[in-house]
């Protein structure tokens, strides 16, 4: 029995980033860090690095399309992004998924957790700044979203258990 394909997520903005994939069994979306952009073909070669290293067979690539559904102009950067990706690994399955609304998550989140606007996290002995943290976040709210089908996942009614 073959493992599960992996699948990364990726939050592409201007200035960076955010990339979350699949445990091995492919059941959990884990954050992986922010890659802070240079050059596209150096983002591209960054990203295939990745893709090499831990097998990965299929790209998530939000879209960050306005509340009404229509295309904002970071969509058109996302979109051109996600072809360039597309043009750089044909083998690969490519998804181009909304995005509303997961950098607002990935704030209440950190929030939640009781990282305020100024805080930021620890990886690896090493400080995270918050900005790096949130686009980590939104990758794996990404990639959740992505695995629950485009359903927010739900646990049951804790009288239903």
Do not use: C, W, Y
Request: overall charge neutral; charged content about 20%; glycine content about 6%.
């Amino acid at each position: 029995m073959h493992p599960p394909p992996r699948i990364l997520a990726l939050d592409v903005g201007d200035r960076r980033i955010g990339l979350a994939v699949t445990d091995p069994l492919g059941l959990t979306a884990q954050p992986l860090f922010t890659l802070h952009r240079t050059t596209p073909r150096a983002d591209l070669k960054s990203i295939a690095r990745f893709i090499r290293q831990h097998n990965v067979e299929v790209l998530v690539v939000g879209n960050p399309l306005h509340a009404d559904g229509t295309a904002s102009p970071q969509a058109a950067k996302a979109q051109a992004f996600a072809a360039d990706l597309r043009e750089a690994h044909p083998t690969l399955t490519h998804h181009l998924l909304d995005e509303r609304h997961t950098t607002q998550q990935a704030h209440a989140l950190l929030d939640a957790a009781g990282h305020g606007p100024r805080s930021a996290g620890r990886s690896h002995g090493k400080t995270i700044d918050r900005k790096d943290l949130i686009d980590q976040i939104a990758a794996t709210i990404l990639l959740e979203s992505f695995l629950s089908g485009g359903k927010p996942a739900l646990l049951p009614a804790p009288d239903l258990v």
